[in-house]
C-alpha cells in the first residue's frame, strides 16, 4: 500500500487524513467539509468522493496512489457498515434505514473500505498516541459530545463485538443517584434507558436534564432568562470555564458520573489507562485539570496497584476520527 484515507463521516461535518504505510499522517490539522446526509445516500457519497479529492491535494499525494480507505460512522450499525433499520440521528430520511455504507462508499470510491463505529476510531486513535508501538497494551476511551461515545481497545485492536454493539459505553447504567445535587433527577437517554452514562454525560443530558434540573434552583441565574434551552446549554461549558458555580455543578456531575463509570471498567478490565475526550474536555488546561480531578474524586479507592492509573486527554480531538478509521484500514488491509 502506498497510502490510506480515513473519512470520519459525521452528521454535521466529514473529516479527512492521509496516511502513509508506516502510519505517518501528512495533513496535520483539519481537512473538513459539511456534511450532507440529510440529502440523502447519493448525494453524500459525490460529497465524500469530492472531499477525498481535496484531502489528496492537501496531503500532495495522487489520487491513484490511495490504495484504501477507513470509514467511520455514529452507529447503530452492524460491524460490516450496515445501517441500523432503525436509522440514526446523524443519517435521517428512509433512504439511510439499513443502508450498506461501507459497500457504498467502496464501490463509489473503488477502493476497499474498512468500517468503524466512530467512538471505536477515536479509541483506536487515542490508543496510538498514548501507547504507540510498545507492548501489548489496555485502554478505555470515552468521548463526551452531542451523546457518549468510545471504545474499548486491548492489544491494539478495536473491542466490536458480535453485533458490532461492543464498545457502546454510553449505555451502560450508572449509579447517578449517588452523585450529590442530583437529587429529584431523572435523566433518560434517547436509547429509551434511564441513568445510562449517555443520559447524564453528554451535551444532550445538559439540554435535556441537567440545565433544566439546576436551573430551578437558580432561577436568578444568567442562562435561566433565555427562552431557548439548547442555545443556553451550548454556553455551559463557557460559563463553567469561567469559574460560574451553577455551571461548574452541572460538569462536576458529569465528571462523578464518569468516574462512577471508569470504576466498573477498572474492575472489569483492569486497563492499562483512560482517555478522556469530546467537547466537554476541549478546554483550558486549568478546566481540563478540574474536570479529570473530579472524575478521580468519583472512582472508589482501587487496590494499591491501580492508585497511579493515568487518565488522559484525548489528543487531537477534532481529527481523532478520522485517524482512527486510517489506522483500522492499515491494519485490516495489511
Known sequence: MAYVAGIDLG????????????????????????????????????????????????????????????????????????????????????????????????????????????????????????????????????????????????????????????????HVLVPYERIEGTEGLRPRCNCGREGDLESVCSLTAIRQSLLPHFIAQHPEHDLARLNNIQEAALLVRGYAQAGDAMCRDIFRVQARALGLFFDQMINVFDPDALIVGGGAVEASPDFQEWFLGEVRAAMPLQRSEQATLPIHIMPNGDCAGARGAALEALRVFR
Not at 430520511?93 to 476497499?112: C, H, I, M, N
Request: charge should be neutral; hydrophobic fraction near 35%.
Open 11 to 170: 452528521g454535521t461535518a466529514i473529516n479527512y487524513t492521509i496516511a502513509d504505510q508506516t502510519g505517518r499522517f501528512l495533513i496535520g490539522g483539519l481537512c473538513e467539509l459539511p456534511s450532507r446526509t440529510s440529502d440523502g445516500p447519493e448525494v453524500c457519497l459525490d460529497q465524500i468522493a469530492e472531499g477525498l479529492a481535496r484531502a489528496a491535494t492537501l496531503a500532495g499525494v495522487p489520487m491513484e496512489q490511495i490504495s484504501a480507505i477507513g470509514l467511520d460512522t455514529p452507529g447503530p450499525s452492524t460491524p460490516d457498515g450496515v445501517l441500523s433499520a432503525r436509522g440514526s440521528t446523524n443519517f435521517p430520511g428512509r433512504e439511510w434505514q439499513r443502508f450498506d455504507v461501507r459497500s457504498a462508499v467502496a464501490t463509489r470510491l473503488g477502493r476497499p473500505v474498512a468500517y468503524i463505529n466512530d467512538g471505536n476510531a477515536a479509541a483506536l486513535w487515542g490508543h496510538q498516541v498514548v501507547f504507540g508501538g510498545t507492548r501489548p497494551r489496555s485502554s478505555i476511551t470515552t468521548v463526551i459530545g452531542t451523546g457518549l461515545g468510545g471504545g474499548i481497545v486491548i492489544d491494539g485492536r478495536v473491542i466490536s463485538g458480535a453485533r458490532g454493539f461492543g464498545g457502546e459505553l454510553g
